[in-house]
């Protein structure tokens, strides 16, 4: 078997305080010692595919090509079919639990192309109580795919149309405005929607952003600095998408912002 793949990419809501992404590194360092391993993230909030989703999609055009093991995994256990999914015509593989986590990443790439279900015991190992999925069968899948072993040898083929679609929001437009989402709440405490500038060049500059009982005259600026002190507005990110912002400070907890709360943008007048 030729290797077609050397590095594997780590993303899970594992958190670094015990043994676990550890274990992960051990298992496919003991199978495939040649690997490189980059850990993307293992901060995803604990059960939240949508954040895992999220942070995959904002990655993506970033990750060297190669494996990449996502684990997040609100069952905990077996309950979501472990699959492996191959993308960019075999240009990589993405390995995970059929929940929706990795459907954005598939289609950002264009589409799924080969899918199978991750149940060959040979490259899975026996747990000796509940399944850890990212050791138990995770790790060893991604761990023999640098290794040279072929997609279709992991288990059996799935149809790619039948994995679970992800639950990432569309913002939608309504009478009142463009009705967004905020979709994550970074480390600084900025306020990420689901809209690019694009889709509110119609309403002009300043626009009006209502969320709640509360409301707020935003401007759109294209860097944190061009913020003025004291001031909350409408930052296009790194990603070229708004995210509610404040100059050095949170503007998510100075507004009571968090994730799902929807914000309206509409013209000022």
Do not use: C, K
Not at 75 to 92: F, N, T, Y
Not at 121 to 129: A, K, N, V
Not at 170 to 180: H, L, Q, T
């Amino acid at each position: 078997m030729t290797a077609r793949y050397d590095t594997i990419t780590l993303l899970s809501d594992f958190g670094l305080g015990d043994e676990s992404v550890g274990v992960v590194h051990s298992v496919i360092g003991e199978l495939a010692p040649g690997a490189r391993v980059i850990d993307l993230s293992h901060g995803i909030p604990p059960f939240d595919v949508r954040a895992g989703a999220l942070a995959l999609v904002r990655a993506l055009p970033y990750l060297v090509p190669g494996v990449l093991l996502a684990s997040v995994d609100p069952g905990g256990g077996p309950r979501d079919r472990s699959i492996a999914v191959e993308v960019g015509d075999g240009a990589g593989v993405f390995l995970g639990p059929d929940n929706g986590l990795l459907a954005p990443a598939v289609a950002l790439v264009g589409g799924a192309g080969r899918a199978v279900e991750i149940t060959t015991s040979e490259y899975r190992l026996e747990s000796p109580g509940s399944t850890f999925l990212a050791r138990d069968v995770l790790a060893p899948a991604a761990a023999h795919l640098t290794l040279g072993t072929d997609l279709s040898e992991l288990g059996p083929a799935v149809d790619p149309a039948g994995l679970v679609p992800a639950l990432v929001p569309i913002p939608r437009v309504e009478e009142e405005g463009v009705v967004a989402e905020v979709l994550w709440v970074d480390h600084f405490g900025n306020a990420q929607l689901n809209v690019d500038v694009d889709a509110i060049a119609h309403l002009g500059d300043p626009v009006v952003a209502r969320f709640g009982d509360s409301s707020r005259t935003l401007s759109v600026v294209t860097a944190y600095d061009g913020l003025p002190e004291g001031r909350v507005g409408l930052v296009v990110d790194a990603h070229g998408m708004l995210s509610v912002s404040a100059a050095r400070r949170s503007a998510a907890g100075e507004l009571g912002l968090s994730v799902g709360d929807e914000v309206t943008l509409s013209e000022a007048e």
